[in-house]
């Protein structure tokens, strides 16, 4: 049924939901424009992260290189890579060189700025340029902020051959039942594999249960990002947009 078919009274209904929308967009942008506006300078490397947040950040960045800065990207995705070229922000692969800031979302942000990443399933290319980034500004909306991680699930990539063997292997370690992403039709990776999408419940030690998953042969890398964040963006509901006190300088 198109919307022409529809009493007047339901497309009233339908207008909160689509405000909140809205609302919800312009909080990305926000948070996305001011990363980039408060943390790269022209004549440097960025990389850019993926998700619908890291999105805007990827629009501010091309309106600054059609503007005339000199900004080179690695991207953290095909999809991302996509992007910046449509906007004409030059790509280099991965290491070539040093990269000055990284700006990515997460899916969830702990106090002790710890954070769950690979909603998108992008975590491996994420994750190794947050390492190599000198600054990594992690960019997000208020619900995404929790005291510990762990409601939502933990990604963790997988190379297919071991796929069963690393499934049997989480649910004996650690007594969680792995979700495989896609189901019947698999999400593969821009590296080729495949994701486990676990529920640990709350997690007390981000850092070890990484270390634990990554010790299991045929996990690539897992969705948990620790000690690397080096500053984190929030958009307000009024529009503005908060760079967060970091975990040891909180009074
Ligand atoms: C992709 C990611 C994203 O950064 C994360 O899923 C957040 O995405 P969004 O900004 O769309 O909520 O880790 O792998």
Same mark, same amino acid.
Not at 18 to 32: F, H, P, S, T
Not at 159 to 180: H, T
């Given at each position: ?13 339908? @207008?909160?939901?689509? %405000?909140?929308? %809205?609302?919800?967009?312009? &909080?990305?942008? &926000?948070?996305?424009? &001011? ?15 993926? !998700? ?8 501010? /960045? ?10 080179? &990207?690695?991207?953290? +995705? +095909? ?66 902020? /929790?005291?510990?991680? !762990? ?7 997988? /190379? ?7 499934? %049997?292997?989480?649910? +004996? ?9 896609? =189901? ?17 419940? +709350? ?8 270390? @634990? ?16 964040? =080096? ?21």
């Amino acid at each position: 049924m198109g919307l022409g078919a529809l009493p007047v009274g339901a497309l009233v209904l339908f @207008q909160p939901k689509r %405000r909140a929308m %809205r609302d919800a967009e312009l &909080a990305k942008r &926000a948070v996305g424009f &001011a990363a980039v506006d408060r943390h790269v300078t022209s004549g440097t490397c960025i990389g850019l992260g993926s !998700g619908t947040t890291a999105f805007w950040a990827i629009e501010r /960045v091309g309106e600054r290189v059609r503007d005339g800065d000199e900004i080179v &990207a690695v991207a953290t +995705s +095909s999809v991302t890579e996509q992007l910046c070229r449509e906007r004409g922000i030059p790509v280099i692969p991965f290491g070539e060189r040093e990269i000055a800031v990284a700006i990515d979302g997460a899916d969830e942000v702990a106090a002790d700025w710890s954070l769950t990443k690979g909603g998108g399933g992008a975590l491996f290319r994420e994750k190794a340029v947050a390492l190599a980034a000198r600054t990594f500004v992690v960019i997000v909306t208020p619900e995404k902020l /929790v005291e510990r991680l !762990g409601a939502f699930h933990t990604p963790v990539e997988v /190379v297919p051959f071991s796929l069963r063997w690393v499934e %049997r292997k989480i649910k +004996s370690r650690f007594g969680v039942e792995p979700r495989l992403r896609g =189901g019947a039709e698999p999400f593969v990776t821009d590296n080729g594999n495949v994701l486990l999408d676990c529920s640990f419940g +709350s997690i007390a030690d981000p850092a070890a249960l990484d270390l @634990q998953l990554r010790e299991i042969h045929g996990v690539v890398a897992t969705g948990l990002f620790t000690g690397l964040t =080096g500053a984190v963006l929030v958009s307000r509901s009024d529009g503005s947009v908060d760079s967060l006190a970091g975990p040891g300088e909180r009074a």
